[in-house]
C-alpha cells in the first residue's frame, strides 16, 4: 500500500487553490486627474488595495520632468523624472502608525471601503503643479464569533490490508459507507475547547480538546497548555494476542505546551492509548486553524494531526501505532463547506502465533459537507 504524505496533498490542495484563485483578472481603473490638452493619467491594478494584496499604480503624462506621489501627512514620498512613475502602495500607505480599521455594518449595510488622500505633482520646464486623488482600501470585516456549532455527512472510501509476518491475511476494500459527525466549538482569545462526535457503520468516536494560554506574548500570540480526551470504537481494532482486529474501544489522553492566536493552535502532547488490554505511550502532534474564529474572518479551516503511540518493549516495540490525517474544510457559501479528509492508519501487534508479528495498514478519504451555525 502507498504511504500516505499529508504535506504532499496539501500543497497540491493549496496549489489549486492559488491557481482557481488567479483565473480572475483583478480589476482595473484608469483616472484622468487633467484633461488633454496634457492629460495627467492614473492607473491602479488592482482598483482597491487589500491587506494581503498592494496596488501597483501608473501615472503617465507626456513631456513631464518629474513624477511625485506623496501621502496626506507627507511622510511617504515616492517621485521619478521623466514621463511615467509606478509603484507598489500597500494598504496601509499613510498610516504614520499601525491602524487596525474594520468594515462597519449600518441599517443592514456594509461599510468596508476606507478613501485615503494623496497628492501627486507634475513638474514640467520647473512649473509643477498638484492633484489630488483618493487611495481605496477595502477594509476587512472583524469577525465577532465565539461559539459554532457544526452538523455534517461524508461518505469514505477506505483500502485495508492485514498482514502476518509479511503473509497476507487480508487485503480488500471495505464497502462505502456513510460517516455523520457533530462538533461544537468556542474560542476567545485565551481559550479555545472542541468538542466532537461522529457516528458510522464501521466505527463511532468522541473527542474533547481543550486549550488556554497562560503567558501572553506579542502580536496576539499566547503561549499556554493543551488537553486531549478521545475515544474511538471500531470494528477494526488490533488487539494483543489476535491474527485479525476486532471491535473494542481505545481512548486517548495527552496533555503538552500549545502556541495559539485567536483560531489557530499548534501542540505536542504526550500522553497514553489504551486499546483495551494494553497502554501504550503516545506522542501526538496538532495543528489547528479555523477561519471562522480569528479576528478577520476566512472560508477555510485545516486540521493536521499526527499521533504514534509505543508499547514498554526496549529497542523495537512489537506494539505500535500511528494515525496520520487531514482535514479541510472549505466555505462554498456562508454557512456551508465541503469537507475533505485523508488520513493513515498503521499499527502492529503480536500474533496469536509467538514470534509473529501482525500488521494494518489502512488509508482512507472522505468527502462530505458541513452546516456551521456561529454566535
Known amino acids: 500500500m502507498q504511504q500516505f504524505s499529508p504535506a504532499f496533498l496539501l500543497v497540491s490542495i493549496c496549489s489549486v487553490v492559488v491557481g482557481l484563485q488567479g483565473c480572475s483578472s483583478p480589476a482595473v481603473t484608469t483616472v484622468e486627474l487633467a484633461a488633454a490638452p496634457v492629460p495627467v493619467r492614473l492607473r491602479t491594478n488592482p482598483a482597491i488595495a487589500t491587506r494581503a494584496a498592494p496596488v501597483q499604480l501608473r501615472i503617465t503624462t507626456p513631456n513631464a520632468d518629474s513624477i511625485e506621489i506623496r501621502s496626506a501627512d507627507g511622510f511617504e514620498r515616492y517621485s521619478g523624472k521623466g514621463a511615467s512613475l509606478q509603484v507598489s502602495l500597500p494598504s496601509t500607505f499613510g498610516d504614520s502608525t499601525p491602524l487596525a480599521r474594520y468594515a462597519v455594518r449600518r441599517n443592514g449595510h456594509l461599510f468596508n471601503v476606507f478613501k485615503k488622500p494623496m497628492y501627486v505633482t507634475v513638474c514640467r ?32 472510501l477506505s483500502d485495508r490490508a492485514v498482514e502476518n509476518s509479511g503473509r497476507d491475511l487480508v487485503s480488500h476494500d471495505p464497502p462505502n459507507h456513510s460517516v455523520w ?26 473527542a ?4 488556554r494560554v497562560i503567558r501572553s506574548g506579542g502580536d496576539g500570540v499566547g503561549y499556554g497548555l493543551a488537553v486531549h ?7 477494526w481494532v488490533p488487539v494483543a494476542g489476535s491474527n485479525l ?35 501504550l505511550q503516545e506522542m501526538s ?35 505500535r501505532d500511528e494515525l496520520q490525517r487531514l482535514t479541510l474544510g472549505i466555505d462554498v457559501v456562508p454557512g456551508v463547506a465541503l469537507e475533505l479528509r485523508m488520513s493513515s492508519h498503521q499499527s502492529a501487534w503480536p500474533s496469536a502465533l509467538g514470534g509473529h508479528q501482525v500488521s494494518l495498514d489502512e488509508l482512507s478519504y472522505t468527502v462530505g459537507a458541513q452546516y456551521t451555525l456561529g454566535w
Open 285 to 319: 502532534t496538532i495543528l489547528s486553524f479555523n477561519g471562522g474564529f480569528t479576528d478577520v474572518r476566512y472560508p477555510l479551516s485545516l486540521t493536521m494531526e499526527r499521533r504514534q503511540a509505543l508499547g514498554d518493549e526496549p529497542v523495537i516495540a512489537r506494539r
Open 125 to 156: 520646464n520647473r512649473n509643477c503643479r498638484e492633484y489630488y486623488h483618493e487611495l481605496a482600501v477595502r477594509l476587512p470585516e472583524q469577525n465577532r464569533r465565539r461559539v459554532a456549532v457544526t452538523a455534517g455527512w461524508r461518505t469514505a
Open 208 to 211: 474533547l480538546d481543550l486549550a
Open 245 to 279: 482486529p476486532s471491535g473494542t474501544t481505545t481512548y486517548h489522553a495527552s496533555v503538552g505546551p500549545a502556541v495559539m492566536l485567536k483560531g489557530v493552535t499548534f501542540t505536542t502532547q504526550f500522553g497514553l492509548f489504551v486499546d483495551g488490554g494494553e497502554m
Open 181 to 206: 459527525n457533530l462538533q461544537a466549538e468556542f474560542a476567545t482569545g485565551t481559550v479555545t475547547a472542541r468538542l466532537q462526535g461522529s457516528f458510522s457503520s464501521q466505527a463511532r468516536a468522541a
Open 229 to 235: 480526551l478521545g475515544g474511538n470504537r471500531g470494528e
